[in-house]
């Protein structure tokens, strides 16, 4: 099985790129399966139903999520139906609204598990990421052997550290959170293929995705200033695995960075979907900002 993790999808810029450049990948990269951490879709800060549904329509399998999943309240009765794919990290709290994994067959049969978790090192002061996901793997392991865990984490280490807890008993980990790709992808030594962050789907011109000039005034007053989505620059990230459908172990892995300046790369096909085609180009962002 041939599998895509779209890394953290940044607003507006982010769905244009991918609703735009996913069909081509899928077809030049023969892909089987894909996973889109979508915690940022919505204007850099959450989700809605309706961005969900329309990143569905490009081609997503299952989307992941992060701490930013709740910036939205809106959000919390779509993530109670586990039909509609969207997961948000396991270790929550008892009682958060949602799922932390789902179980995704696809078209021939098979079936793929996705794991959803968030780190604690300089995070929020949720459960153990390590033993949610023992809970989660026992409860897929009679079903399937593909794993995919999307870690939301802020640090290399913790990261480092959920690779070597997991390895042999997940097909794939990707890190995500920090927004920059890392070049450290490789297969652990029991099977697991791992890198310590997927990197962005979105504008890269400004500060994680965001305009540098609230950033910078953040950093300079240490006042509040509003964040808006940047627009420059915009890449589409992620990885590519190759799992073995008998035993869950990856065969190889291999990063994806590919610039985006409203045309399909070379080397690309043309993909045409009447449905879909062009339906972010002229839609307005959903927010303005945050004040952070």
Same mark, same amino acid.
């Given at each position: 099985?041939?599998?895509? !993790?779209?890394?953290?999808?940044?607003?507006?810029?982010?769905?244009?790129?991918?609703?735009?450049?996913?069909?081509?990948?899928?077809?030049?990269?023969? $892909?089987? !399966?894909?996973?889109?951490?979508?915690?940022?879709?919505? =204007?850099?800060?959450?989700?809605?139903?309706?961005?969900?549904?329309?990143?569905?329509?490009? &081609?997503?399998?299952?989307?992941?999520?992060?701490?930013?999943?709740?910036?939205?309240?809106? $959000?919390?009765?779509?993530?109670?139906?586990?039909?509609?794919?969207?997961?948000?990290?396991?270790?929550? +709290?008892?009682?958060? +609204?949602?799922?932390? #994994?789902?179980?995704?067959?696809?078209?021939?049969?098979?079936?793929?598990?996705?794991? /959803?978790?968030?780190?604690?090192?300089? &995070?929020? /002061? $949720?459960?153990?990421?390590?033993?949610?996901?023992? &809970?989660?793997?026992?409860?897929?392991?009679?079903?399937?052997?593909?794993?995919?865990?999307?870690?939301?984490?802020?640090?290399?280490?913790?990261?480092?550290?959920?690779?070597?807890?997991?390895?042999?008993?997940?097909?794939?980990?990707?890190?995500?959170?920090?927004?920059?790709?890392?070049?450290?992808?490789?297969?652990?030594?029991?099977?697991?293929?791992?890198?310590?962050?997927?990197?962005?789907?979105?504008?890269?011109? =400004?500060?994680?995705?965001?305009?540098?000039?609230?950033?910078?005034?953040?950093?300079?007053?240490?006042?509040?200033?509003?964040?808006?989505?940047?627009?420059?620059?915009?890449?589409?990230?992620?990885?590519?695995?190759?799992?073995?459908?008998?035993?869950?172990?990856? $065969?190889?892995?291999?990063?994806? #960075?590919?610039?985006?300046? =409203?045309?399909?790369?070379?080397?690309?096909?043309?993909?045409?979907?009447?449905?879909?085609?062009?339906?972010?180009?002229?839609?307005?962002?959903?927010?303005?900002?945050?004040?952070?």
């Amino acid at each position: 099985m041939r599998i895509l !993790f779209i890394a953290d999808i940044m607003g507006k810029p982010g769905r244009w790129a991918l609703s735009q450049l996913l069909r081509p990948i899928k077809v030049k990269h023969q $892909i089987d !399966f894909v996973v889109a951490n979508v915690e940022n879709a919505a =204007g850099g800060y959450g989700l809605t139903k309706p961005i969900s549904q329309k990143i569905m329509s490009y &081609g997503v399998d299952v989307q992941t999520s992060g701490n930013h999943i709740w910036d939205r309240n809106e $959000i919390f009765p779509f993530l109670d139906f586990a039909a509609n794919r969207v997961i948000r990290p396991a270790n929550c +709290p008892s009682g958060s +609204p949602g799922y932390g #994994s789902y179980l995704h067959s696809l078209a021939d049969g098979r079936k793929v598990g996705v794991i /959803n978790a968030e780190g604690r090192v300089f &995070g929020r /002061n $949720i459960d153990c990421p390590f033993r949610t996901i023992d &809970g989660e793997l026992r409860m897929m392991k009679d079903s399937t052997k593909i794993i995919v865990v999307d870690f939301h984490a802020e640090t290399t280490s913790e990261k480092g550290a959920m690779a070597h807890y997991v390895d042999g008993r997940v097909s794939l980990l990707v890190g995500t959170h920090t927004h920059i790709q890392t070049a450290d992808e490789h297969i652990m030594p029991n099977g697991t293929a791992f890198i310590t962050d997927a990197g962005m789907t979105g504008p890269h011109s =400004g500060v994680i995705g965001m305009n540098a000039d609230g950033v910078l005034g953040r950093f300079l007053t240490a006042l509040p200033h509003r964040f808006t989505v940047s627009s420059d620059d915009v890449k589409i990230q992620g990885v590519i695995a190759e799992v073995d459908d008998e035993t869950g172990k990856a $065969i190889s892995i291999e990063r994806l #960075s590919l610039d985006f300046d =409203g045309r399909v790369p070379e080397g690309y096909e043309i993909v045409r979907d009447d449905e879909n085609e062009d339906e972010d180009a002229d839609e307005e962002e959903d927010t303005d900002g945050s004040d952070t």
